[in-house]
C-alpha cells in the first residue's frame, strides 16, 4: 500500500514574524524556515507504518519554490522513499493545492494521504479536507492515533470536548494533530543517504489546473499591542487591583 | 443576499458556537440555519428562536447522526444554490466539515475570520495571531468559518422562524462512526467562559496541577486551560489546550500560572480583557502581554490567591 504525504515549507514555529512597513507583505527575507510542525508530524507517521509493514511505499510531495527542496531532503532523510517537487512561485492557496494532490495520488495510486492539520503561516486548515472531498474519499482531520488494516484505517480524532474515533475506507484522507507522534531527528548518515534519493521535478503547468488566486489580499497589519502592564508585589495586592479595575 | 449557517449541537442541545456564528452571519444578510441529524425536530425548534434567524432548515436522516463531514458536506453542497455565504463556528466541527464544502462546490474558504467588513472582505489572523490580514474576494459564493470568541453571541426569542424540512441526501458511506470519549466536567466551557485559569509546564505533575488550579478555578467560577507543555505532559486533557493549534479564548479574565508565553500560546489567548501572570521568571515573555504580573513560586502566589479571593467573597 502507497502513502502521499503532503510537506510545506514555512517560518519555523520560533521565529515571530513582523509585517512590512508598508502593509504589503510579510517580512520572510532573512528569516529561518523550516518543514511545518503538523507535516513532521505526518511524515513520521507514514514512516512507522511502514517500519511496521503496513505501507510499501511513501512518495512525499511539496508545492512551492525551489527551496521546498530542503524539506523534502528532511523528509526524505526521515524515511520517505521518493519526494515529488511541484515548482512555482506563485502564492497557492489551499484549494489548488488540493487541486494538484489529487492528481498526484491519482497518478501514483496512493491508498493514504496523510497531511499536517494545518499550516503554521496561513492557518487555514482547509488543504486535507478539501483533498478528500475532491478524492470523493473519506476524511479524518486532527488525528492522535491511526491503525491501518487492510480495508479501513481507524483514527482517534481530537474533538472539543475529547475524543472520537471512525473507521475510513481506503483511500482516505487524514490530517495530523500534535499528539500523534514525536517526529524524529534526522540524523546526518540519513540526511546523506537522502540525497540519493529521488526527487522528481514536475512543472506547476503540467497538471492543468487553475491556480489563479480566488481570494485577494489587501494588506498585512500587526494586532493592536497590549498595554504595557505593571508588576504587582503580592496575591493581595492583585486582588486589590483587580477589584479596582472591576475584573473581579 | 442570504446566509446558510450550520448548526452544531449533541442531539440534545444546540451548541452556544451556533449563535456566535449567527451574530456574525447577520452582519452578511438573511439568515438560514441548517440543523442535521436523526428526531432532532427539538434543535430545529431551538434553532428557530434564535433572534435573527429567518428560517430554519430540517433535514432528518440517520447517516446524519454522528455528523460526519462526508454526509453533512453533500447536504449542504444540495442546498448552497440559494445562499451567497455558507458558513459555521470555527470550532472542531465547522474546521472539519467547511473546506469539505467549499471544494465540492470549487469556492474559496475563509478560515477563523474575526472581522466582516463588508460580504466580500475579512479580517483573519495568521501565523499565529501574530499578523492580521484583509483578503477579499469576487467569488459568487464564499465559505466562512467564524472565531466564536470575536462575535458576540444571538440571543433567543420568543418569536419562532419557519422550520422547513429539506431532502436528505443519499448516505455516502465512506466512513463509520466508531466511539466517542468525551472529558468529564461541571465547568464553564472554556471557550464561553467569563475567567480561565490556565497552568503550564512548572505545575510539574497532573496531580500538582490539579491541586493548585481547582481551588482558584473553584473560587473563581473559571473553567481551566492549559498550555501545550502542560497537555505533552499530560498534566490536563489535549481538548483544554490553549494556543494557535488548541482552543481561542478571549474571558474578561485569563490567570496564567507558570506559563512562559510562548507565541503559539499567546494566538489563543491575547485577546482575553485582562490576563494575569504568575510566574517564577521576571524575564517571561508571558509578562510582555500581562496586565497584571507576579513574579513569585507559583505554589506559594496561587494558595495565597486563593486566600486572598476567599477573604474578599467572605
Known amino acids: 500500500m502507497k502513502a502521499l504525504v503532503a510537506v510545506k515549507r514555512v517560518v519555523d514555529f520560533n521565529v515571530k514574524v513582523r509585517v512590512k512597513a508598508d502593509g504589503s507583505d510579510v517580512e520572510i527575507g532573512n528569516v529561518k524556515m523550516s518543514m511545518n510542525p503538523f507535516d513532521e508530524i505526518a511524515v513520521e507517521e507514514a514512516v512507522r507504518l511502514k517500519e511496521a509493514g503496513k505501507i510499501s511505499e511513501i512518495v512525499v510531495v511539496s508545492l512551492g519554490e525551489k527551496k521546498c527542496e530542503d524539506v523534502l531532503r528532511t523528509a526524505l532523510a526521515m524515511g520517505a522513499d521518493r519526494a515529488i517537487h511541484v515548482e512555482t512561485d506563485e502564492k497557492l492557496e489551499p484549494l489548488a493545492v488540493a487541486k494538484i494532490l489529487k492528481k498526484i495520488a491519482e497518478t501514483e495510486q496512493v491508498q493514504l494521504c496523510l497531511l499536517g492539520k494545518q499550516a503554521i503561516d496561513d492557518d487555514a486548515n482547509q488543504t486535507a479536507q478539501m483533498l478528500a472531498a475532491l478524492m470523493n474519499a473519506p476524511q479524518a482531520t486532527f488525528a492522535s492515533k491511526v491503525v491501518l488494516n487492510e480495508q479501513e484505517v481507524v483514527v482517534t480524532r481530537e474533538i472539543d470536548g475529547g475524543l472520537e474515533t471512525l473507521a475510513l475506507k481506503l483511500p482516505a484522507v487524514i490530517s495530523t494533530d500534535l499528539r500523534l507522534n514525536e517526529p524524529r531527528f534526522v540524523k546526518l548518515p540519513n540526511l546523506m543517504a537522502a540525497k540519493k534519493k529521488t526527487l522528481e521535478k514536475r512543472s506547476i503547468d503540467e497538471f492543468g489546473v487553475d491556480i489563479t488566486p480566488r481570494l485577494s489580499v489587501q494588506k498585512y497589519a500587526e494586532p493592536k499591542a497590549r498595554q504595557a502592564g505593571i508588576k504587582v508585589a503580592n496575591a493581595a495586592e492583585l486582588v486589590e487591583k483587580l477589584t479596582a479595575a472591576k475584573v473581579i | ?314
Open chain 2, 1 to 314: 443576499m442570504s446566509v446558510l449557517i450550520f448548526a452544531e449541537h449533541n442531539g440534545e442541545q444546540l451548541h452556544q458556537n451556533t449563535l456566535h456564528a449567527v451574530y456574525a452571519a447577520q452582519k452578511l444578510g438573511e439568515v438560514h440555519v441548517l440543523v442535521a441529524g436523526s428526531n432532532v425536530q427539538n434543535i430545529s425548534e431551538q434553532a428557530s428562536k434564535i433572534k435573527g434567524v429567518s428560517k430554519v432548515l430540517h433535514a432528518d436522516a440517520p447517516h446524519y447522526t454522528e455528523c460526519l463531514a462526508e454526509e453533512i458536506a453533500p447536504l449542504m453542497v444540495s442546498l448552497a444554490e440559494h445562499y451567497t455565504h455558507i458558513g459555521a463556528a470555527a470550532s472542531a466541527v465547522g474546521k472539519n466539515i467547511m473546506p469539505r464544502v467549499a471544494a465540492l462546490l470549487d469556492c474559496p474558504q475563509i478560515s477563523d475570520l474575526t472581522e466582516i467588513l463588508d460580504n466580500q472582505t475579512f479580517i483573519r489572523p495568521i501565523y499565529a495571531g501574530n499578523v492580521f490580514t484583509t483578503v477579499q474576494s469576487n467569488a459568487k459564493k464564499l465559505v466562512l468559518t467564524f472565531r466564536t470568541s470575536t462575535f458576540g453571541a444571538a440571543e433567543l426569542g420568543n418569536q419562532a422562524a419557519e422550520i422547513v424540512s429539506v431532502a436528505a441526501t443519499p448516505a455516502q458511506n465512506l466512513s463509520r462512526f466508531v466511539s466517542r470519549e468525551l472529558t468529564q466536567s461541571d465547568r464553564p466551557e472554556l471557550t464561553q467562559a467569563r475567567v480561565v485559569v490556565s497552568g503550564g509546564r512548572a505545575l510539574g505533575s497532573a496531580e500538582q496541577f490539579n491541586a493548585v488550579l481547582t481551588p482558584l478555578a473553584d473560587v473563581l467560577g473559571a473553567a481551566i486551560g492549559a498550555s501545550r507543555a502542560a497537555v505533552d505532559a499530560e498534566y490536563a486533557p489535549n481538548d483544554s489546550q490553549v494556543g494557535q493549534t488548541g482552543k481561542i479564548v478571549a474571558p474578561e479574565l485569563y490567570i496564567a500560572v507558570g506559563i512562559s508565553g510562548a507565541i503559539q500560546h499567546v494566538a489563543g489567548m491575547q485577546d482575553s480583557k485582562t490576563i494575569v501572570a504568575i510566574n517564577k521568571d521576571p524575564d517571561a515573555q508571558i509578562f510582555n502581554i500581562a496586565d497584571y504580573g507576579i513574579v513569585g513560586d507559583l505554589f506559594e502566589v496561587v494558595p495565597q490567591l486563593v486566600d486572598a479571593l476567599k477573604l474578599k467573597q467572605a
